[in-house]
């Protein structure tokens, strides 16, 4: 038995708090920090005075105009992920989903008004910059890819050093099997195609929402059609991540899952102190 990290198979885990459907306010990002993180794109772009000025009246609209939920006002769900139907994970992301499409939208004109502040030599600086980003991020990607290949082989006894045990990341504080840790593996090898193709469907969305918000055909009509054409394909990986998620709970026993189920409400009612 080896004891091995875990994060927690939650409704944030599968990827739906601050509905993280598609990411369009930025992954990982909650309700606010995404305006936070997009401000740090324009430093060193020297803004006049004037330009300042309307990127605060900008930004302090939206915060007005769109106050950041208080925890207990988020809804939950009325059912276990863990042992959920594939209709109820369905009805209750695309309820999320279509709850926060407003906000999405406003988030989005947001970008739009921000971007058209800049200058065409500011905007210049930041496509530059952001194709840069991109590069990196695909260099990071393919360095990745090549660290797991050598890893891989170091876990089959193959290439310099000895055979190393594999850890699962996916659970901290559990005690598993060797019997449970090969059917992980084989259950993430049997994921690798439908998550990399709900990766790049993601890819191309998030593509697809940066070069509208720049464009001068933004508009809500615009914004609503894009929406639409990926919703069902957005809606649908997110189902599929946690059916995932079930797949390798159900590898732990009854004892296992009631530990699991335990730490994750002692995480809760931590968070819940400090909110």
Same mark, same amino acid.
Do not use: C
């Given at each position: 038995?080896?004891?091995?990290?875990?994060?927690? *198979?939650?409704?944030?885990?599968?990827?739906?708090?601050?509905?993280?459907? %598609?990411?369009?306010?930025?992954?990982?990002?909650?309700? =606010?920090?995404? *305006?936070?993180?997009?401000?740090? =794109?324009?430093?060193?772009?020297?803004?006049?005075?004037?330009?300042?000025?309307?990127?605060?009246?900008?930004?302090?609209?939206? /915060?007005?105009? @769109?106050?950041?939920?208080?925890?207990?006002?988020?809804? /939950?769900?009325?059912?276990?992920?863990?042992?959920?139907?594939?209709?109820?994970?369905?009805? !209750?992301?695309? %309820?999320? !989903?279509?709850?926060? #499409?407003?906000?999405? !939208?406003?988030?989005?004109?947001? &970008?739009?008004?921000?971007? @058209?502040?800049?200058?065409?030599?500011?905007?210049?600086?930041?496509?530059?910059?952001?194709?840069?980003?991109?590069?990196?991020?695909?260099? =990071?990607?393919?360095?990745?890819?090549?660290?797991?290949?050598?890893?891989?082989? &170091?876990?089959?006894?193959?290439?310099?050093?000895? /055979?190393? +045990?594999? &850890?699962?990341?996916?659970? #901290?504080?559990?005690?598993?099997?060797?019997?449970?840790?090969?059917?992980?593996?084989?259950?993430?090898?049997?994921?690798?195609?439908?998550? +990399?193709?709900?990766? #790049?469907?993601? &890819? @191309?969305?998030?593509?697809?929402?940066?070069?509208?918000?720049?464009?001068?055909?933004?508009?809500?009509?615009?914004?609503?059609?894009?929406?639409? $054409?990926? /919703?069902?394909?957005?809606?649908?990986?997110?189902?599929?991540?946690?059916? $995932?998620?079930?797949?390798?709970? $159900?590898?732990?026993?009854?004892?296992?899952?009631?530990?699991?189920?335990?730490?994750?409400? @002692?995480?809760?009612?931590?968070?819940?102190?400090?909110?």
């Amino acid at each position: 038995m080896k004891k091995l990290l875990i994060a927690s *198979v939650t409704v944030a885990a599968i990827g739906l708090g601050g509905l993280a459907l %598609a990411h369009p306010l930025g992954p990982g990002m909650r309700h =606010h920090e995404p *305006v936070k993180e997009m401000v740090k =794109h324009f430093r060193d772009l020297s803004l006049s005075d004037t330009q300042r000025e309307e990127l605060k009246t900008l930004v302090s609209a939206f /915060k007005d105009a @769109n106050p950041r939920p208080k925890f207990g006002d988020i809804e /939950k769900p009325s059912f276990d992920f863990d042992t959920a139907t594939e209709a109820q994970l369905s009805a !209750f992301i695309q %309820a999320q !989903f279509e709850e926060r #499409e407003a906000t999405h !939208f406003a988030f989005a004109q947001l &970008r739009h008004d921000i971007y @058209n502040v800049l200058n065409e030599e500011q905007q210049a600086t930041l496509l530059a910059r952001d194709a840069k980003r991109e590069l990196d991020i695909q260099k =990071h990607r393919d360095a990745f890819v090549k660290q797991e290949a050598r890893f891989a082989k &170091r876990m089959d006894g193959e290439g310099k050093g000895p /055979k190393r +045990k594999h &850890r699962e990341f996916l659970f #901290e504080g559990i005690e598993l099997s060797d019997e449970q840790i090969a059917s992980f593996a084989e259950l993430r090898e049997s994921f690798k195609d439908t998550s +990399k193709t709900n990766r #790049e469907t993601l &890819r @191309n969305f998030k593509d697809a929402q940066r070069d509208l918000i720049r464009s001068q055909s933004f508009s809500q009509n615009a914004w609503d059609a894009l929406i639409a $054409q990926y /919703k069902d394909d957005l809606v649908s990986a997110k189902v599929e991540k946690a059916k $995932q998620r079930q797949a390798m709970f $159900q590898v732990l026993t009854q004892e296992q899952q009631a530990t699991l189920k335990a730490q994750r409400e @002692n995480e809760r009612e931590l968070r819940d102190m400090f909110r």
